[in-house]
Structure formats: structure tokens, C-alpha cells
């Protein structure tokens, strides 16, 4: 499978899809405005919360990071309040709940993983003795470990087990010289904190910007990174995250799914439409057929996690319903998430569960109106603002502008994503004109050249 990485390096926010084999499979928003999972802070214990067998650790987030128990290294190692230590990001803060954390840093490359805290060499059972022993004497085991994620070379592993290693020594030192809270690694650039959020490498990236392309070929070392024009990339991006942020999409024979998330899962609707013609049994096995491969490729694409319940077209018999859950599980397979289904509920619902990394798409575009319907939030509308007005400048380039927006949204760009409008006006060589206008809904603005 051929994997390409798209990135629209827009000022202040960078955004990219991950196509497989041309088809868009998974999206980003990066905005430097979180700690993603895998990144590596040096913290302290803020409070110990033993009723939950916790700790929580100041990682300089709005909410301190919850660290359980089970995940302090050395095992049966007790905490004291006040006490620094390093951990990284296992899950992201998302959805009102804090980050979880874990002292337990993993360190992954492509054939190797180095665990720390948790000594020794894992899925090396077909390693010969030689070649095991050639392996930890690759780097200082001390108290890291090691994981084998590939068949490889053995040469080729213990590089790469040294390289991780080494760069685990430069963590070291540099938590050594700073005081908690702090980010340790990676160097928080967009390009860095997207690296992380990759589940698989992809063989080539495109970038539309030009200045971004040496820090993305810092955080993406051994891949082709090429400069193209969003113009000639082979999908519209923009369509592709309307698409994912929609309430409900159609399916291409008819029918609908419609997705709707709560603080306790995801909940996702399949519906018929109003066929013609044809058994309702056998309308009902397609729809849900078909229904089982756009639900499988969404929930990547909104990178929903936690417990998902699918209301699937009534169907009588067994076989049929076998038949929907064994598509459904064929189209999870390329998930590199590794969802899991639970079967079918006495209420119909087919369930499943899909571990939470980091935070779905929607809520980092999208909030709640007063009512529940979902609408695009005043900083997200900004940021669309001004990619808008980058296409406009790089059109007809050495003129001045003025964006009229909402009151709101106003406010977002002197406020939150004011370094995203410094950033464009020192691209441009040219200031940006920032007008509120009242009668404006939140959705619209308007861009005038001076």
C-alpha cells in the first residue's frame, strides 16, 4: 500500500490527510496548542490521589496529567507530592478529561521500540543467541528495554536500537537543565507534534509551502518531502474535512449515516432513506453492507475512540446480520488503531471499541450551540479565514487586505490566533486590516484588497 502525506502548512495551522493508495484515510489539525500523545514532559507531582491509585502531575497544561499507579516505573515505586519526574503523553487531553500519562517512555523506530522502566528484549523469541546478545550490546540496557516491531536484519536493528538509545541520553540531559513543568521532546514544532500523530510512516509527503519543508524533513527523517501547490495535489482537502465534520453522510445507493458523539461513546445511525422498490431484507443488507465500509473509513477520518454502538437496518435473520459484522470487521482491518468488535447487543446494536490517542477531529474544529447542533468554533473560522485570504495574496501578490468578520471571530484573531496573523503578514510583507462587523454571522467573512 502506497501512503502519501498531504500538508497545507497555513500560518498557525497546519493541515494534512494521509492518503492510502490516493484515498484520503486519516486527518490532522495541528496548531501548537497541545501536548499530542508520545511527547515527553518533565512534571510534578501536584497531588496524590489514592482512592484512584493516581498521581497527578503538572505538565503545564490546563489540567494536570493523570498518571495511574500501574504505570510508575520502577514498579512499586511511591510518589511523593512535589516530586519531578518524566513521563509521556499516553492519551491526550480530550473531551473534558485530563491527559494520561505514563513514566513508562517508549522511544519507537520502524524495526525497533526502546522501552524504559521495563528492562529486557520482547518478540525476540527467533533471535539466536548470538544475534540477541549482538542486539543488547547495541546500547546501554541499564534500565531500558527492548521491543521488536519487525523482522530485520540484525545489524540493521541494533543501529537502530543505538540511534534510540543515544537520542534517549539527549532526553536525559536535557530534562536535566530544565525545570518542570516542560516540554523535553520533541522540539514542539507543527511538523514534530504531526510526526507523532502518524500511526504508519507514509513514503512520500507534500507540502504546499516551501518554508516548511526543512522542519518537516527534521521530523520525518528517510522520507521524500516535495514542495507541490495544494492546486495540483490529487484531492481537495477542504472537501475532504467538510465531509468528516458533517452530522450525517449519504451513502452512494441510497441511505444515510448519521454520527453523534457523547461524553460515554460515539453512537452512529444507519437509515434506508425511502426505497422504491426491492425485499426489505435484502435492501436492508446492502444498505448495511455498504454502510459498514463508510462507517469503518469515517471513523479513521474523525478519529473516533472509546466505545462505538452502530444501529445498523433491522435484520431478521442470523446470517444476514454475520454477514454486516464480517464486513464491518474486514473494512477495520487496515485501522492501524486495531478496533475490536463485541458483537451484537439484544437491542440490535453492533458494538465495538477503538483505543483513544488523540482528540477525535471534530473537537478541534467544532463546538456545541446553545441547543446541541454543532458549529464550527470562533478559532477554527479564523484559521479558515486566513488560508482563504493566503490563496487571494498568492494570487495577486503586493496588495494590502482587510477581513471583515464576525465579532467573534474578531476577537480570535487579536486573541488565540493572533501569532497566525503576524506569522501571514510577515509571508505577505504586508499588514492585514481586521474589521468586526455585527451583522456578520460567525461562518462568514469577507476579504477586500486595498
Not at 137 to 143: I, L, R
Not at 240 to 245: E, I, P, T, V
Request: a neutral charge.
Amino acid at each position: 500500500m502506497r501512503r502519501e502525506l498531504l500538508i497545507a502548512a497555513g500560518p498557525g495551522e497546519w493541515r494534512a490527510a494521509l492518503l492510502e493508495d490516493g484515498v484520503p484515510a486519516e486527518l490532522f489539525v495541528e496548531r501548537g496548542d497541545r501536548s499530542e500523545t508520545g511527547s515527553i514532559h518533565l512534571g510534578r507531582v501536584s497531588r496524590l490521589v489514592p482512592g484512584l491509585s493516581a498521581a497527578l502531575v503538572d505538565i503545564g497544561e490546563e489540567r494536570p496529567a493523570f498518571l495511574p499507579q500501574g504505570e510508575v516505573v520502577p514498579r512499586g515505586q511511591r510518589l511523593n507530592e512535589g516530586e519531578r519526574l518524566m513521563v509521556q503523553i499516553r492519551r491526550e487531553a480530550q473531551g473534558g478529561k485530563a491527559a494520561r500519562v505514563t513514566m513508562a517512555v517508549a522511544l519507537r523506530g520502524r524495526l525497533v521500540e526502546l522501552t524504559v522502566g521495563r528492562p529486557g528484549l520482547k518478540c525476540g523469541e527467533g533471535l539466536s543467541p548470538g544475534d540477541r546478545d549482538q542486539l543488547l550490546a547495541a546500547f546501554d540496557e541499564g534500565p531500558t528495554g527492548l521491543r521488536l516491531l519487525e523482522p530485520a536484519p540484525v545489524e540493521a536493528t541494533a543501529a537502530e536500537a543505538a540511534a534510540l538509545g543515544a537520542r534517549w541520553c539527549v532526553i536525559l540531559d536535557r530534562a536535566s537543565r530544565l525545570d518542570p513543568p516542560a516540554r523535553v521532546d520533541p522540539v514542539a514544532t507543527f511538523a514534530a507534534a504531526l510526526a507523532s500523530a502518524l500511526p504508519v510512516a507514509p513514503n512520500q509527503i507534500l507540502v504546499d509551502e516551501p518554508s516548511a519543508v526543512p522542519d518537516i524533513r527534521a521530523a520525518f527523517s528517510n522520507i521524500s518531502v516535495e514542495h507541490l501547490p495544494e492546486a495540483e495535489w490529487p484531492i481537495d482537502l477542504d472537501g475532504a474535512f467538510a465531509g468528516s465534520l458533517a452530522e450525517t453522510i449519504a451513502l452512494p445507493g441510497g441511505g444515510s449515516i448519521h454520527f453523534e458523539t457523547t461524553r460515554a461513546g460515539v453512537l452512529i445511525d444507519v437509515d434506508t432513506g425511502t426505497p422504491e422498490t426491492g425485499y426489505p431484507e435484502r435492501v436492508g443488507l446492502a444498505t448495511n453492507l455498504a454502510a459498514a465500509r463508510s462507517i469503518a473509513r469515517q471513523i479513521r477520518l474523525r478519529n473516533l475512540g472509546g466505545p462505538i454502538v452502530i444501529d445498523f437496518v433491522g435484520l431478521d435473520g442470523r446470517g444476514s446480520r454475520e454477514r454486516v459484522r464480517a464486513g464491518l470487521a474486514e473494512a477495520l482491518a487496515f485501522d492501524p488503531a486495531q478496533p475490536q468488535i463485541l458483537g451484537w447487543t439484544r437491542l440490535g446494536h453492533l458494538e465495538l471499541v477503538r483505543p483513544r490517542r488523540g482528540r477525535p477531529l471534530a473537537e478541534a474544529l467544532l463546538e456545541p450551540r446553545p441547543g446541541g447542533a454543532l458549529v464550527k468554533t470562533a478559532v477554527a473560522v479564523a484559521h479558515e479565514a486566513l488560508r482563504a485570504l493566503r490563496r487571494e495574496a498568492r494570487a495577486q501578490p503586493g496588495r494590502s487586505w482587510r477581513l471583515i468578520v464576525a465579532p467573534d471571530v474578531a476577537a480570535a484573531l487579536t486573541g488565540r490566533a493572533e501569532p497566525a496573523v503576524k506569522e501571514a503578514e510577515r509571508r505577505f510583507a504586508r499588514k492585514i486590516a481586521i474589521e468586526a462587523d455585527s451583522g456578520y454571522d460567525r461562518e462568514r467573512f469577507q476579504i477586500i484588497p486595498l
